[in-house]
């Protein structure tokens, strides 16, 4: 079958037919959002986001060791000829399938409204506006509604193996801004860095905001885009709770929780 459209492609071109085009990208304002929260139109600088749509890309692709240059994410993944610009900025892609394409947002782009525009083989989708804020939190998720997270061992806190009172979680988000000091363009994060808006940050646990219980909140190493928050659990940290991420007056979208559990089975007297 191949063979076959590829003889069907030579004939066409040796008669002077036109060459076959990629068909338009095709997305809207609404459908480039924060790759963790799903939240359109509002981005962050080094945060990774979403496009969904049709006729994205021929293919499914990730990224993968080949594609990196060293520490330096790809503008578009090898062989799929997808890329995203951003008010004039290339953007370094990590995903592209027909309907999502993930890309790191520019690290330079200060707030304000950005145009983006994506192109697939040279044919370029419409030039949409979006909104640059200097952060736009948001959690990745296990599940619809439950946060991912993870205990300091490395092991995945889940429904049926839930963090405790006391405990630190490190919970996954992306859109927390730039860093001290900064990312490059692309640049995967070699070692920790806090966010640049350290002293407006908090996590609001079941309604209480907590500054001291967070020991970090960075980048996560080895890795463009993605944040980490490390939280030392209060002891009074009841079953579940609903756990945002808030950075000035930017929060993460209500109804996400944390799998905590309670300390039955355990001398909490010794907590």
Known sequence: MRLAFAAVGLALLSCGAAPLLAAAPRYTASSIVNAASGVSSI???????????????????????SDLRGDQLPYTLNGTGVGVIVSGLRAHVVFVSPSQVNFLVPALLPPGTATVVLTRLGVSGDHVKVLIAGCSPGLFLLKPGLAVAARADGSVITETAPALPGEVAVLYATGLGQTAPPLGLGERARKAAWIDRREEFAVVLDGRTLTAEVLYAGVTPGFGGLYQVN??????????????????????PAGVRLAVGTLTGRDASTQ
């Open 43 to 65: 981005l962050a600088p080094n945060g990774l986001a979403t496009i969904y749509g049709t006729d994205l890309a021929g293919h499914t692709q990730s990224l993968t060791a």
């Open 231 to 252: 939280l030392r659990l209060p002891e009074h940290t009841g079953p579940n709770p609903e756990i945002r991420l808030l950075c000035g007056d930017t929060a993460s």
